[in-house]
């Protein structure tokens, strides 16, 4: 195994996380608690979001999302298949259907086009029509038709959540018939779900935020996170009425004090990923070879969670390149095999707990994307010799 020298990831801890962490610890108090609460409506505050309820991961997020929102037996949601397993599990746990929405052609995401094929595609088929849609915005960018896939939502009267796992500080432009702004993610329409799993745009080591502007969905969102309790109902300290059904998806004070340390710094973070990204434009734009997939949108400001390039080479595979970069120890990733190419997807496909029409831009972007390493304390020459490196595995033939 070659050693790595320029990982794909490094997560951005200070003294400042170290020091917010230990101090939770000197406090005695471990559990959900103050910190979660401050850390949430720090978080709504930057998001821009009216409500932010703190869960264990952006997983759990996406299942108390839906679940809030009544999806259960019975129902069908779209997916992209080109996002991470999560996004279908949260579907696959409240006992929906997931059905596999494609993605817009030299695009990352869905479209409100692929989208209506999808329902459609899946109503001759069985003749039933869908619940919800959830939307993966592809490594921060928000998706380019998110005004006209919440369009197509509002007309046929179905649910809308964001899997916004890699969109903290993404922003978006607004559009209507007489006027237009940019937006923080936090107004998208429907519910969104971040992570912070160590590999994104800030971490707590593992999870989640839920963010919206309902009052009575994010107070649903709230009691299916902490075990269908309400502190509204108790009379004593002891005392809480048990209003719902309920998980144990809470996050620890200990991680949400590492959330606030790291929100501190989201701006720094962001400004850091967002040069680097622009470096890797330099030197990639009109490259023989690559095409640039993340960061292009004009309607879209990027978190930069990923910067991702589209292999076009007669000779050199995906793999064989990720191979050959790897013997220079550099580490690069893939996002994502489409999950209709798993195993456990297929066989889901098969018992019909998911369904899947031809998914050929899929297929075909994911046999040629990689994701190049790119995070705030990747230095500048570390990122010429990813660059060089590329370069002479790609130029070399
Ligand atoms: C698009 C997407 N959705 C959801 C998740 C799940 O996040 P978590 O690990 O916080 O549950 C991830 C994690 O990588 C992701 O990339």
Redesign the pocket.
Known sequence: MEAVVIPFYAPSIDESDIEAIASVMRSGWLASGPRVREFEQRFAEKTGATFAVATS????A?FCALRSMGIGPGDAVIVPSL??T??AEAVLQNGAKVVFSDVGANCTMATAATIRSAIESHRAETGKDVSAVVI?HYGGEIAGDIGAINELCRELGIVLIN?C??CLDSSFLSKTPVDEAWLPVGKLPGLCCF???P??CITTG???MITGNDADIIAACRALVNHGISRSANRFNWDYEITSEGFNFNMPDTAAAMGIAQLLKSSALHYARSSASMRYDAAFLDHRYLRIVTGKLSTSRSSNHLYAVALDHPTISRDSLIGSLLERGIEASVHWRPLHRHKVYQQLIQNGRVFCDELINSDNLSSRILSLPLYPSLQTFEQDQVISAVNEILLAY
Not at 57 to 60: F, G, K, P, R, V
């Open positions: 991961s952006c997983t759990a996406l996002t991470f999560a996004t993966t899997d796992a890699h992570s912070f799993y590999n994104k593992l999870g989640g």
